[in-house]
C-alpha cells in the first residue's frame, strides 16, 4: 500500500513528546506543569526552559541522534533535559546512579555520548568511573566545576537552532536494562511508544488534567518516566521529591493533594507508617501503582480509599504490559492493556493452554525499537513479530497474567563471541525426519570460550549418525551454530507437562564430550 | 536509527483491529458486543462469525489488500464484515447508499473491489448503478438471487485460510469523501488510525467496558464507525438499529440502558421530541456527541443530564482532531485531542495569529494514510508533514477552534487535465525580487479545459515583462504548471487582515485575457 501512495506518505500521521509540550502550551500555558520545592513551572514556562537548554545545547554542536547523558536525582531540569532532547531529535542515556562504576562506564562507552549532565554530587565519582575525555561536553545541573559547566550557563545561547525535524519514530530515550549474556543492554524508545504509553495509562486508569503525581519513582527508570510523561500529556503536573523519604513524601501528598502515585518497595509501607504516625489520612489519593506485598496494598487502599493497579512490565515494553485494579484479581499481575497483546508460549514459541507457564510475548505500539546496536539480539527478541520478554508466566481463563520467574538468562550460547540461541539449533535438529527430541546448550570450550552441545533421541530403529546429523544442521542455519558436540539418547527427562527438563539434561550430559 | 537497527526492526510495536478483537475474546468472551433485535452476539461469537466470514471470503479467492464494497444499513454483519476484513488484511469500501447511481457507480470503478456485499434492498439498484460483471465476488446480507449469494452460505467454508499477517500500516477501510476537483476521493485508513482513534476517544469520553453505544450513525460514516470500535475497544457494547426513527431509538437508550449516542441534525431534536411525548427521561445517557445547534445540545443536557461534547473533524482524520464538553466553550468546536495537532495558516502556509482565520491543518496518529490511488492530491494535501483540511476556521487565546467555513473547493485548476495549486504557482511567481503581489487561479480555456491566469504586482520602477516572468517560473515549476496568461497590476485587493481577497481579483480579471 505504501508503494501505491508512493513517496506522498509523509509523517503527518505522527505525534513526538515535542508535540505534547506545545499542546500544552496552547491548552493550559499557565497551569502548573512541575513543581519543585520552591520551583513552579508553569507548562509555559516548562516549554521556554526546554527550548533553553536545546538552543543551548545546538550551541555546543548537539545533533539529531546525538546522545545526551544524564546521571541525576529527579529535578525540574531532568524534565527540560527530556524536552531538550524531544525538541533536538537527542537522545537521552538515563544512567542509574546507583549502579558500580565499571557498570556506568559500560553504559558511557556503548552509548557514546556527545554530552554528559550530572548533578553536582556525581561529578566526583563520574571522574573515577568514566574517561571523560571522550565526551565532548560536560555539564553540571548546578554549581559548575573545572570539568563541568552549569547547564544554566549555556541554556539560551542560540534559541533558532534548537528545534528540529522529529517523527514519531525517531528515538527520545536509552534504557539499559539488566545485563544479559553478559553486557547491559540499551533498549531503544522512540517518541511513538511514549506516546502510545501515555495514551494507554490516561484511558486506562485514567489521568485527567486535575491529576497530580508525586515522582517517586526515579527518571531514569521506565515506570517513573512513563508516569511522569503521561500525567503531563493529560495536562496534569508532577511534583518532585529529590531523594526519597516517607516523611516528605506524606506531606507532599497532603499538601500537593497528590492523586497519583507509583511505588516500589519499600516506599509504599513506609510512606503508611509515616501518615499513620502523623494522622495523614492521604485521602487525596485515587491511584497507586508499581509493585508491592498483598497486605501492603490492602493497607494503602484501606487508608486512602484509592485503588492500586497491579501491572506487569519492562523498560522494553513502556511498563505497563498489563494493568488492573488489585481487587479484581488479587495475587495476579493483571490484564493485558489496551495497546498490549500477550501470549505465553514454550520454548518453540508454541502457545501454551490457559493455565500453563511459559515465556511471557508482548506486542503493540509500547513495545520498544530494539536494543542499542545489537542488530542479532534485537532480531532474536522480535523473532515472529513479538516481543520475548524473557519472562516467565502463565495466564488464567480469565486472561489474568500470573507473574512466575525471570527465565534462565544463560541460554545463549557464545561459541567464539557468536551468539547462538538453543531453540533455534534445537528446531533444525527436529527438522530431520529420524529425530524425535532434542536438547542444545553450551559447555566450557578451550578454543572457543564455550561451544555447543546437543543431546538427541532418534526414532526407534534409526541408524543415524552423530556426524550426519550436525551436517545436516549446518545445512540449513550458519555453520557456527552447529553442534560441535552431539549424542544421542534413550530418551530426554520431561516434567509433567511434557517439557525437556533442561537443567537435568545439563547436570547428566553436560561434561560428557 | 533505522538503519542502526537494521532488518531486526520487525513490526512488535503493531497493534491492529484483528488484535482488538482477538483481546476482547482473551478479556471478556461472553460479554454483550454487538445486540440488534433479537441478534445478540457475545465477544466470542462476534470472533466466531468473524473467522467464519474470513474463512469464507478468503475461500472465493478474496486475499490481502483486495476490497470489499458493502452497501448496506447498520447491522451485525456490517461488523463482521469490518472483523473478516481486518483478520484477512483486505480492505472495506462501506458506500453511502444515499449516493446517487452514478455516483456509487463510480466508486465501484474507481476501488475496483473484487466483492460486493450488499443488503436485498439494493440488489436491486446496484444492477442500475454498475456493471456488476466487473466485480467478482456478488453477496447478499440476507436472501440471495441469481446474481448476489447469501453470505451465510459461504461463510465457515474454509477456515483455515481466513487469517494473514496484517500490520497497523495496512488499510482496513477506504471511505470516499465529498467531491473536490471533480470527483470524489477514496480516503485511505490504517488499522492504526482507528486504533489510534479509538484511544483517543476511550481516553477523552471516557469510554469503559460498561459503556452502551447506540449505533445512529451510519457505518459508512468515519464518525458511526471510530465510535463503534472505540466503544468495542474499550469493551462495551455495540447496540444497533437498522434505519433510524425517534421512536425506536428512544426506547432502545431506556430498554438497553445506552451510556453514549452520536448524532447528526435532525437526529437529536426528534429523539427529545420523542422522549418528552412519552415521559422517557434517558437517564442511562452520559455522553453525546456529534453535531447540532446551540439549542439542541442544551436542551439535551438538560434533559438527560448527560454531556455534550463538541467536535471538529473529517474521514481524513477520523472524526476527531477536537473533542471537548459544550459547556467548555459554548459555540467553539472545542479544543485539540490527545493525539491531535493543530495549526491555522495562510494561503502559503504561514501560522496565523490567534483570533485570524485560516485554514486548518492537523497532524497526528488519526491522521489518514492518503487518497486511493491520487499520489499527487495526497502529497499536496500532506505538504509540509501537515494534512490540509480545507476547512477555515480560527483557534482563540484559549485554544478552543471557531469553524468558519469550507475553504473555495476550485481552488484545484485542471490545465489539461494536470493538477496545479494556485498557491504553488503563487510561491514561485513571488520569488522574482521584482514582484511584490500574486494571485492565481483557473479560467475556462477551449484548448485545455482550463488555463492558468496570474493577476501580479511589480515592485514600483520595475519594467518586467509577462513573458519574462512565465518563463521564470517555467523554470522553477514544472511547465505545465506556469500561467498561460499573465497581467501587471498596480494594486491587488485585500481585506482587513492583509489576505488577498481571491473571488474579488477572480471577478475583475477573471475573463480578461
Given at each position: 500500500m505504501v508503494t501505491e501512495l508512493g513517496e506522498s506518505k509523509l509523517r503527518q500521521s505522527d505525534m513526538t513528546i515535542s508535540d505534547m509540550i506545545d499542546k500544552n502550551v496552547v491548552l493550559r500555558a499557565d497551569d502548573a506543569a512541575i513543581i519543585c520545592g520552591d520551583v513552579r513551572w508553569s507548562f509555559g514556562d516548562y516549554a521556554e526552559e526546554v527550548d533553553r537548554l536545546a538552543g543551548g545545547l545546538a550551541s555546543l554542536g548537539l545533533r539529531k541522534e546525538d546522545r545526551i547523558a544524564v546521571v541525576a536525582f529527579n529535578c525540574p531540569e531532568y524534565f527540560q533535559i527530556y524536552g531538550a532532547a524531544a525538541r533536538m531529535g537527542a537522545i537521552v542515556i538515563p544512567v542509574n546512579w546507583r549502579l558500580k562504576p565499571e557498570e556506568i562506564q559500560f553504559i558511557l562507552e556503548d552509548s557514546s555520548p556527545k554530552a554528559l549532565i550530572a548533578d553536582p554530587e556525581f561529578v566526583e565519582g563520574l571522574r573515577d568511573a568514566a574517561d571523560l575525555r571522550n565526551i565532548e561536553r560536560r555539564l553540571t545541573i548546578g554549581k559548575g566545576t573545572a570539568e563541568f559547566s552549569p547547564i544554566d550557563e549555556v541554556s539560551g545561547i542560540d534559541v533558532s537552532t534548537g528545534t528540529v525535524g522529529v517523527d514519531d519514530e525517531d528515538p527520545l530515550v536509552i534504557i539499559y536494562t539488566a545485563a544479559v549474556g553478559g553486557r547491559p543492554r540499551g533498549a531503544v524508545i522512540t517518541h511513538g511508544n511514549l506516546v502510545a504509553a501515555n495514551l494507554q495509562a490516561i484511558a486506562t486508569?485514567?489521568?485527567?488534567?486535575d491529576s497530580a503525581y508525586l515522582n517517586?519513582?526515579?527518571?531514569?527508570h521506565i515506570g517513573g518516566l512513563v508516569m511522569s510523561l503521561s500525567v503531563m500529556h493529560a495536562g496534569g503536573r508532577n511534583v518532585l521529591i529529590k531523594k526519597f523519604n516517607p516523611k516528605d513524601a506524606a506531606e507532599l501528598i497532603e499538601r500537593e493533594k497528590i492523586t497519583i502515585i507509583e511505588t516500589f518497595p519499600p516506599m509504599l509501607s513506609s510512606i503508611l507508617d509515616e501518615a499513620s504516625l502523623s494522622g495523614q489520612k492521604l485521602s487525596s489519593l485515587k491511584i497507586g501503582t508499581g509493585l508491592d506485598q498483598t497486605n501492603t496494598i490492602q493497607r494503602f487502599q484501606e487508608t486512602t480509599g484509592a485503588t492500586f493497579w497491579v501491572c506487569f512490565g519492562q523498560t522494553e515494553t513502556m511498563s505497563f504490559c498489563t494493568l488492573s485494579p488489585f481487587n479484581e484479581c488479587p495475587g495476579s499481575s493483571g490484564r493485558e492493556g489496551l495497546l498490549a497483546r500477550l501470549r505465553i508460549v514454550d520454548d518453540y514459541d508454541r502457545d501454551v493452554p490457559a493455565g500453563q507457564a511459559g515465556e511471557i510475548l508482548v506486542k503493540g505500539?509500547?513495545?520498544?525499537?530494539?536494543?542499542?546496536?545489537m542488530e542479532e539480539e534485537t532480531a532474536y527478541t522480535f523473532r515472529g513479530g513479538w516481543h520475548h520478554t524473557g519472562d516467565v508466566g502463565r495466564l488464567d481463563e480469565d486472561g489474568y497474567l500470573w507473574y512466575v520467574k525471570r527465565k534462565a538468562e544463560k541460554e545463549l550460547i557464545k561459541p567464539g563471541g557468536e551468539n547462538v540461541y538453543p531453540s533455534e539449533v534445537e528446531k533444525s535438529l527436529l527438522e530431520h525426519p529420524e529425530v524425535i527430541g532434542a536438547c542444545v546448550f553450551g559447555i566450557p570450550d578451550e578454543q572457543w570460550g564455550e561451544a555447543i552441545k546437543a543431546v538427541c533421541v532418534r526414532k526407534a530403529g534409526s541408524s543415524l549418525k552423530p556426524e550426519e546429523l550436525i551436517e545436516f544442521v549446518a545445512n540449513r542455519i550458519a555453520r557456527y551454530k552447529k553442534p560441535k558436540y552431539l549424542t544421542f539418547v534413550n530418551a530426554l527427562p520431561r516434567g509433567e507437562n511434557g517439557e525437556i527438563e533442561r537443567e537435568t539434561v545439563k547436570t547428566e550430559y553436560g561434561l560428557e564430550i
Open positions: 486508569l485514567p489521568i485527567q488534567s517517586l519513582a526515579p527518571l531514569y505500539p509500547i513495545v520498544f525499537q530494539g536494543y542499542w546496536q
